[in-house]
């Protein structure tokens, strides 16, 4: 467990070299002389797996197969249940385009545990992939029937809709889930932005002005505000939501284009009165 949280904590900071060199050294550890040999199994189990993780991230799907094959031969029968290394071995497949495997192995991690949301979620993703929106969109119902509280599904889901250009679904999503998460600025920028490609700018300018409550330092909720108060006509308040996102990042492209484009509308135009 040392070498495991050694590693943990090396990913954390970034230097991911010396977190393998953790995860390998727990990895190997025999269980020779431990009273807890049930807890020493799944740690290696669970080393092999974040090592794994490490290879996926840096897109070396050939090693991170490598490393959970490996953890495949390890895995103590009797009480490991091992549908989360199932569900990332699809997804390395899925990542090298072998959709057969990658479809046997969702299916298999789903077998053992059919609540298991991130296999759902990988699996329509590949689904998408491979033109099955069908397949997919049953997967995501019935994820959300399983776990309706949880927000990757609506994330997903929605994103889903939105890029068939379902608008009017995906908002019915979002909303749903606003309902259920209404801190949740992810939720509340999607949400504004639906409502904005369904040209109800008013209604999207609420949903960007809370997501400037909830991330304040962040440029993107700022520039957001301020292209809807743009488009709005409301000049002097889109005037300060730009300086305010030019005062998170001076050097943000888009909001300095946005800003000489409102300068130049005021100039030529009679300032409104912003409501």
């Known amino acids: 467990m040392a070498y495991l949280n050694m590693g943990v904590i090396y990913t954390r900071i970034g230097n991911r070299d010396v977190a393998k060199r953790f995860y390998e050294k727990c990895s190997q550890l025999d269980n020779y002389g431990l009273k807890d040999i049930r807890n020493h199994e799944i740690t290696r189990i669970s080393a092999l797996y974040n090592l794994g993780q490490l290879y996926f991230d840096e897109e070396n799907y050939e090693s991170a197969l490598q490393i959970y094959r490996r953890a495949l031969f390890q895995i103590p029968s009797s009480y490991y249940q091992p549908y989360s290394l199932y ?157 305010r996102a030019l005062e998170l990042k001076p050097d943000d492209n888009i909001t300095m284009i946005n800003l000489e484009r409102l300068e130049r509308i005021v100039q030529n135009t009679a300032k409104p009165i912003d409501r």
């Open 87 to 243: 569900n990332k071995i699809g997804e390395v497949y899925n990542r090298l385009n072998r959709t057969d495997d990658a479809e046997r192995w969702f299916r298999k991690s789903l077998a053992i545990k059919r609540d298991h949301i991130p296999a759902y979620l990988t699996y329509a993703k590949m689904l998408i992939r491979t033109n099955r929106t069908f397949d997919a969109e049953q997967l995501y119902r019935k994820a959300m029937l399983l776990s309706s509280n949880d927000t990757a599904i609506y994330h997903h889901y929605g994103q889903f809709k939105f890029n068939n250009g379902q608008l009017t679904d995906a908002l019915a999503i979002y909303l749903k889930a606003f309902e259920l998460f209404p801190s949740d600025c992810d939720i509340v920028i999607n949400l504004a932005n639906i409502l904005r490609e369904l040209q109800q700018p008013i209604k999207a300018e609420i949903y960007y002005k809370l997501a400037t409550k909830l991330r304040p330092n962040d440029l993107l909720t700022h520039s957001n505000l301020g292209a809807i108060y743009h488009l709005n006509g409301k000049f002097e308040l889109a005037k300060q939501s730009y300086i």
